[in-house]
């Protein structure tokens, strides 16, 4: 597709349970980013993967918080024993990075809300 | 450290007002500032953007001008319509960041 894409769009699980999120980039757009938004509040930054490197994980709320990129395109997003605070919308972003290291514009998936019964 | 606040929301204006949602921020340096916009349903789009101080970006109308001396990045527009209704969020990213640091958005809610 044309842009960013999350599934599912929409999760409702039990405490306690595992849940994976999915993000497709945007072809060719070797930066992906997850953040976290919480109802009332800004984005927050979760993680960042760009290219090889090794990930930014500095934004990872707890140990029960991890992603992967696999092949440099898709991106998994896990929390594991899921708590009611993890309730938020999830979501996705990917860019071009410049040959200097500048960052294009990131571009933004419709997002999965997540809710933690 | 880095931070951006904005005006609390909602704000809600008739059709046809004239709009202005502040946005100030801090940093040790001189970031690049963002508008993001979020409609009903839909995913974060970038609105306008500005790299360097005294840089307006633009975009449907909306403006906005990056202002070093006051440390602000205030959108505007002359006229709204009831379709401009969504999320507006200041953003900014240091030249030595991939970080995006986020104000915590501000609901416009245009009455026809």
């Known amino acids: 597709g044309a842009g960013v894409s999350q599934s599912p769009s929409n999760k409702v699980t039990e405490k306690g349970k595992d849940v994976e999120l999915r993000c497709d980039p945007i072809?060719?757009?070797?930066?992906l980013y997850w953040y976290r938004q919480s109802l009332g509040q800004g984005l927050e930054f979760l993680i960042y993967?760009?290219?090889?490197?090794?990930?930014?994980k500095s934004g990872l709320p707890s140990d029960r918080f991890s992603a992967e990129r696999t092949g440099g395109s898709v991106s998994t997003l896990t929390i594991q024993r899921t708590q009611q605070e993890d309730s938020a919308v999830y979501l996705c972003?990917?860019?071009?990075?410049?040959?200097?290291?500048?960052?294009?514009?990131?571009?933004f998936g419709p997002g999965t809300r997540l809710t933690v019964l | 450290g880095n931070s951006v606040t904005q005006m609390e929301g909602p704000v809600t204006l008739s059709e046809e007002a004239f709009l202005t949602i502040n946005c100030t921020y801090t940093?040790?340096?001189?970031?690049?500032l963002f508008w993001y916009v979020q409609y009903p349903g839909e995913g974060l789009q970038l609105l306008l953007k500005?790299?360097?101080a005294d840089d307006k970006g633009s975009n449907k109308g909306f403006e906005a001008t990056y202002r070093k001396e006051t440390t602000s990045f205030h959108l505007e527009k002359g006229s709204v319509q009831v379709s401009d209704s969504a999320v507006y969020f200041c953003?900014?990213?240091?030249?030595?960041?991939?970080?995006?640091?986020w104000g915590a958005g501000t609901k416009l809610i245009i009455k026809p």
């Open positions: 072809s060719g757009h070797t930066a």
């Open positions: 940093a040790t340096g001189y970031p690049s």
């Open positions: 953003a900014l990213i240091m030249d030595s960041n991939y970080q995006l640091i």
């Open positions: 972003a990917s860019s071009l990075v410049h040959s200097s290291g500048g960052l294009y514009e990131q571009f």
């Open positions: 500005a790299t360097k």
């Open positions: 993967f760009q290219g090889n490197s090794a990930p930014d």
